[in-house]
Nanobody, 115 residues
């Protein structure tokens, strides 16, 4: 019923930029905290960024100063602006939204940063 649909991944050279989008559809009654995670092959899924219902943000140490999470509440969309990308950023990126006792994940979008 609730779905998170991601877009914006792709292949980019080191130092380049991408903007990921995650749009929520379905029954959502309020502004929600949303997060971005990444997962590289063989690695644990890691928290990249959070934006709360109040609009405050937090970032993992490896992306501070390079990534920006933002939201457009009118569009039910959260973005991850990724600047100065590094090969180490290569991973599948997932958006995540807790909703009451439930949780929802995007389908994942591949980000590949070439050396």
């Amino acid at each position: 019923q609730v779905q998170l649909v991601e877009s914006g991944g792709g292949l980019v050279q080191a130092g380049g930029s991408l903007r990921l989008s995650c749009t929520a559809s379905g029954i959502i009654f309020s502004i929600r905290t949303m997060r971005w995670y990444c997962q590289a092959p063989g690695k644990q899924r890691e928290l990249v960024a959070t934006i709360t219902s109040g609009g405050s943000t937090n970032y993992g140490d490896s992306v501070k100063g390079r990534f920006t999470i933002s939201r457009d509440n009118a569009k039910n969309t959260v973005y991850l602006q990724m600047n100065n990308l590094k090969p180490e950023d290569t991973a599948v990126y997932y958006c995540y939204m807790p909703l009451g006792v439930n949780e929802y994940w995007g389908q994942g979008t591949q980000v590949t940063v070439s050396s």
